[in-house]
Every structure is written in C-alpha cells, then in structure tokens.
C-alpha cells in the first residue's frame, strides 16, 4: 500500500507522489517566538516528526524547512518584561532559545534548517517587489497590500469567495486598501502603540511611540507583513514548489490562503502540492493558546510525565482530528507508555538470556512481528495513522508477554525479531524511547546541568579565581560542551 494523504486544497484523500521519486520537500509552520512553547504547539511539532521519520523510513530523504517567526506585534509587545529583553530581537532571542530547547527534549528530529523572519528581509522585498511589478499588490502610504480581486485562484484552499470574505488586516489598515480583504506585504514604519497596547500583557506599563526593528525597502522605512514571511522562507530553502507544507488548522485562513497566493502570483507555479493541516489540542471546550492563558508548557509537560508519555498521548489521535489533554488521557498514555516499555524489556531481557535456543520456535510470536509490522505500514500509509500504528505495537506488546509468560524455554529469533520491531518502529519512526531511541529528556537534564556548571564558573570568575573558571571551560570542552562567553553572559552548545 502507497502513502496517500488528506490535501486540503483538494478536500479529498490523494496518493502521495512526491516531485522527485527519491526527495520529498517538507515545510513545517513554525512557531512566533513570543512565548513558551505549550502542548498545542508541540502536538504540530511532533506530527510533522513522525511524518518526517515515516518518510525517511519508507527511503525518501527529505528536507525539512520549519521557520522561527522573529519579527511579529506579540514580541515587541513583551519588550522589557520579565528580563525577556530591551528590543524585538533580544525578547525573540529569549524565546528562540526555550523552544529550540523544548524541541530538543521532545526528540524531535532536527529540521534541515530553522530559518529567521530576521535574516530573510531581503529576500522578502524581493518577493514584494515582483508582485508590484507583476501588478497583484500596490502601494499605499509606504505599505504594499496584495490584491485579492487580481489573483483568480484566490480563496482555493479554504474554498471561500472572495466577495464573501471578511476584512483582513488591522483597523487603521481598512482606509488604505482598495478591497476589504487585501492584505498587508509590507508595512510602514514599527509597530503602532495601539498594536502593541493589544498584546501587552495586563498590568505593565505601556511602550511610548512605534516600537519592533524596521527596514529599508523602496516604499520607505517599514517591516514585513506576516504572511509574506513564510513564502519566502520556503522559497528560499525549498525552491518554488515543495511536496508537503504542514501547519495547524486554526492557518487555513488567512495566513495558508495568502501564502498560496502569494506564492503563485509571483512564481506562477504550484506553491505547494499537498496540504495537511493538524488539528488544534483542547482543553475543556476551547483550544489550547497562549492568548487565553489556558495552556501547559511544553518545560512543564516534560518535567511532569516525560518525553516518552507526552510522544504516546499525541500517537492516541491522527493529525487531522481534534484532541484532549485531561488527566483521563494522561493517565492512559502513562499506562500505554508503562506496557509497551516493560514488554520491550521483557523481550530483551529473555533474548539476552541463557534460556533463549535457536532451536525454540514460537510461531504465534514470530507471526505477531510480521503482522505488526504489516499493520503498522498500512496503517502510516493511510494518511499517517498513528492511532492504529500504536494498536499494531500494543498487539506485539501482548505477543511478546505470552511468549515470555508462558514458556520454560525461548525463542531467540522471535524474540530479536520483535525487538528490532519495537525499535525499527516505535522507536526509529515514533521517536519513543526503546533502546535508547528518545533522548530529549536525557539532552534536557545534560542542558541543565551544563547550566549549573556554567553559574559555578561564573561564580569563580567573579571571585577572581580565574584558572578555576578556565578550568571549568576546558573540563566541559572536554564532554563535547562548547561554551562561548559574551557582553550577555556565556551560552553553550553540545558538539
């Protein structure tokens, strides 16, 4: 069975066929830097992983571009709160850094480059500019709007007309466009006190005059629009048409639709051939956001049940429905972790033992290896189905306990054979932790340790005990630790 996928922009379940039979070019929404990453993110997160680790596993090599959003309202609405930061770029810094980390500690396989709104101006006015020219956005007192009525195709991807849409964009935005749903490429000059007055949180003082980094660009002193931003990222780092972008549902529209036509405008080529789109994480009856203060950090989800049960609550639900975080489900992600854990052991344990023979066959467990993994493959080949892919390994789980439960003497190759199963599968494409597969936790607490070395060595150096501290950095160097020090404070990186 061939991978097929829900796109979106179709509405209908379509065969994967990537562009080229040996790559697939992948493109992960990523996150505004203006908070801490919750479990409503890191749900986005950790599907797009799976789907990366599927793909690689069914011998595709993909490339997989996720942006960090740097330059954004909700940052500088948080300049000078909490020690984040005096600026936009040190408060995104901030962020940057704890979600960089909280990946880390979710096993998520490392993106093929994590690209900045900051470092891509240039080519973000580029785009800008060939829309101008090509005549599908226009200027208006130092910002550039797209014209929705000019691209035919507009609306496509949240099947909407453009008559019945609504107003994009600001309040203060509406009198310079010349449809109510254009929406902003560039825009003059910072961020207005108002904008940031709507996400500065309750209780600090406000920020006096336009506040965020501005740009040079040919209609004057300005910053990107949002939607821009992820259109030239890709295109930058993928080409003009990629495989796969991946992005929460809550994106359809505005932000996805703008990209598509954006992106087409300029190019006149597909932007993207397959859409999926990751529904939102509930709690209670509304979704999880930091705008309604209702969310859970990923530090503290990771402190609290660990990578591995934080991995198996979101394998209890396909990427395209909703889901739940309570206690209840908790719970039974800590229970289903707990049996699949102890019948990984339980098989390594008996395959490394004296009473494991070559010449003991158990067909019931050498078949249940094989029809896992057959269940297991189409069930990730139907639209990447980890609800029935985790069945399949909780029905290996059940296999291997009978056979070690039940019998005096082994099957050595059975046994082998499921635990390559339980490690080719839940750990190579699920990123669980069998065999030592999900070392988020463990990079997480090395990160903290790290920390507390680095607190002992500025301690030395403050006392004058120089050598000490140099000491200190050499030790660490020698672990595979690089620490760089600078005006803000040493940082760190594992080599």
Not at 16 to 32: H, I, K, N, S
Not at 88 to 102: C, Q, S
Not at 130 to 139: D, P
Not at 330 to 336: H, Q, S
């Amino acid at each position: 069975m061939t991978l097929s996928v829900t796109n979106t922009l179709s509405g209908e379940r379509e065969e994967f066929e990537p562009q080229d039979d040996d790559d697939v070019l992948l493109y992960v929404c990523g996150l505004t830097v203006s908070d801490d990453a919750h479990l409503g993110h890191a749900r986005l997160w950790m599907h797009a992983d799976v789907m990366h680790r599927w793909l690689e596993h069914e011998g595709y090599d993909v490339h997989h571009v996720e942006n960090f959003t740097d330059v954004n309202e909700k940052i500088t609405a948080r300049i000078g709160e909490d020690g984040f930061g005096d600026s936009e770029p040190e408060v995104a810094r901030h962020f940057t850094e704890h979600v960089i980390r909280d990946m880390r500690g979710l096993n998520l396989k490392r993106a093929e480059v994590y690209p900045r709104v900051s470092e891509h101006v240039p080519q973000i006015r580029d785009l800008v500019e060939t829309l101008v020219e090509k005549g599908y956005a226009y200027e208006s007192n130092g910002s550039v709007y797209f014209d929705v009525t000019a691209f035919e195709d507009y609306g496509k991807l949240s099947n909407q007309r453009v008559e019945e849409m609504e107003a994009q964009g600001e309040a203060e935005e509406r009198g310079e466009k010349r449809h109510p749903a254009d929406f902003a490429l560039w825009k003059a000059g910072g961020v207005s006190e108002d904008a940031v007055a709507e996400h500065r949180h309750e209780g600090l003082d406000p920020l006096d005059g336009p506040q965020g980094e501005t740009w040079e660009s040919p209609w004057g002193e300005g910053r990107p629009g949002w939607h821009i931003e992820c259109s030239a990222m890709s295109m930058t780092h993928l080409g003009e048409t990629i495989d796969i972008h991946v992005g929460g549902r809550d994106l359809v529209f505005p932000h996805h639709e703008n990209e598509v036509a954006q992106s087409e405008a300029a190019t006149g080529q597909t932007f993207a051939r397959y859409w999926l789109h990751v529904g939102l994480l509930q709690t209670e009856a509304d979704k999880m956001s930091s705008s309604l203060g209702n969310f859970f950090t990923v530090d503290d989800a990771l402190e609290e049940f660990g990578v591995d049960v934080i991995r198996t609550f979101y394998l209890s639900t396909g990427y395209g429905a909703e889901q739940t975080f309570d206690d209840a489900a908790m719970n039974e992600a800590e229970e289903r972790w707990d049996r699949l854990e102890r019948a990984y052991e339980a098989a390594v344990d008996a395959a490394d033992s004296p009473d494991a023979y070559a010449s003991v066959e158990d067909e019931d467990l050498r078949g249940a290896v094989e029809s896992t993994r057959e269940a297991f493959r189409e069930a990730m080949n139907d639209d990447f189905n980890v609800r029935e892919a985790m069945a399949a390994l909780i029905e290996l789980a059940r296999a291997v306990n009978t056979h070690v439960g039940d019998a005096d003497e082994y099957d050595y190759r059975g046994l082998r054979e499921a635990v390559e199963a339980f490690e080719d599968l839940g750990g190579d494409v699920f990123g669980l932790g069998f065999g030592g597969a999900a070392e988020g936790g463990d990079v997480a607490i090395a990160g903290d340790l790290v920390e507390l070395l680095l607190d002992v060595r500025e301690a030395e150096r403050e006392a004058g005990n120089y050598d000490r501290a140099d000491e200190l950095r050499d030790e660490l160097a020698a672990l595979g630790v690089e620490v760089h020090d600078s005006e803000d404070g040493p940082s760190f990186r594992f080599e």
